[in-house]
Structure formats: structure tokens, C-alpha cells
């Protein structure tokens, strides 16, 4: 399993939030180029770069920072995430060198734009599934659907989607642990490769997620920027479960 670094840009920045709150915001830097340079430099075999002004406004709005990124930590492969809610803004994603575009609302609520962008970019597309009491929150996290999470991932899988990226928003920035249950299940009910995400606060709890079959990634945050886990500490513990 291999640590993904999270890189959330808000007005320029990085930041995280805690449970996808847009009102409780932590700046971590001023300068996300150099934050993604860090992780790379430490080891990060890959990241994971959100628009978050892009998820609130329904479309992406940090498009060239994330080229910048991408420019900047090549070859180090990028998924792009943040208001993909049509087939331009995919692209435009994917656009930025960007090697995984990662879609959420418009794939909870839109079975057929899923299936057309998952057949337009082959290997490409990330479905993002975020939870909230084991239903599908949508439109940055501010309303619940309807649809399971299970059921998002079976339409993922259906659709061709690369990987299913999962996440428990009650988790999310808070470092209290990850849904290990919910995301074992998940993974034994979908025939997907899943990207673990919410809560990791230690090694431990990688170490936890690690040996979930199917879990091939856990995206990390808080605890990064924070200093709770040590990046290239982590990675050095998770080779040695190989």
C-alpha cells in the first residue's frame, strides 16, 4: 500500500479542512508548489491535489496551479480532483498533466456521465465516494444523497472506473482513526482497487488499512501537515509489509 499525500488548494494555498467544513480551515502554506515539492522529496510516489474552490463552486477554479504542480513534481504522477462535473472540466483536468482525474458529484448523481467519461479516458478516472452515515455526500460535502456507498461502488466498477477513492467526511482532518470497518467492507463488496481516505492519525492506522485486501493507497492529510506521521517514516513501515 502506498502513502498519497494530500494537497488541498483554497484561494491559492494550502489548506485542510476538518470534516469538509468549509468554516473550519487550517492554512498550512502560502505556497502549495513548494508543499507538493516537500512530499516528493520525502519520498511520495504520488499525490493527491483537490480544488477546493473548484468542489464548493461546481467547477474547477485552480486549474493552473495545478499545472504548475504537476510541472513541478514530474514525474511523479498527480490525480486531480475538485468540481469535475462535466466532460470540459475533465478534460481540463487531465489537461494539466494530471495522470487521474477524480470525479464525484456528477458521477454520484449522473450514471451516464460516468459511463461516457470512463470510456472517453480508459485507466483515468477516479471515483471519489464520500460518505456520511453510509450515504453519498455531493456538492462539497454540504448535501446527502440518497445512493449508498456500496451502490456508487458497484456503478463505479461498472462503469470502468480505475479505482473507487473512499472517505468517511466525519473523519475527515480530524485524525480520530480511519473507517476501517466500513472501508474492509467496501472493499469486499467492490472488485475495484480502493484509495483509503479520513482520520489516518499514526502508522498504526496505515498499518490497519494496509491489510485490508484491496486497499491499494490512503490519502493523508492533516496528520502530515501536522507532523503526527512522518512521511518518509510511513513509507519506509509500509515496505516492510510487502
Known sequence: MIVIPAVDLRDGRCVRLREGRSDRETVFSDDPIAMALRWVSLGAARLHVVDLDGAFAGAPRQTALVAKIVAAVAPVPVE??????????????????????????RA???????????????????????????????KG????????????GMRAREAGAAALLYTDISRDGMEQGPNVDDTAALARAIDLPILASGGVATID?????AMIPGVEATIVGR??????????????AMSTLQ
Open 80 to 105: 486531480m480532483g475538485g468540481g469535475l462535473r462535466d466532460l470540459a472540466a475533465v478534460e481540463a483536468a487531465l489537461e494539466t498533466g494530471a495522470r487521474w482525474a477524480v470525479v464525484g458529484t
Open 141 to 152: 460535502w454540504t448535501e446527502v444523497s440518497e445512493q449508498t456507498v456500496t451502490d456508487a
Open 205 to 209: 492506522d496505515l498499518r490497519r488499512l
Open 223 to 236: 496528520a502530515l501537515y501536522t507532523g503526527a506521521i512522518d512521511l518518509a517514516g510511513a513509507i519506509s
Open 108 to 138: 454520484a448523481l449522473d450514471a451516464g456521465f460516468l459511463a461516457d467519461v470512463c470510456r472517453r479516458h480508459p485507466g483515468r478516472i477516479i471515483v471519489a465516494v464520500d460518505a456520511r452515515g453510509g450515504r453519498v455526500a455531493v
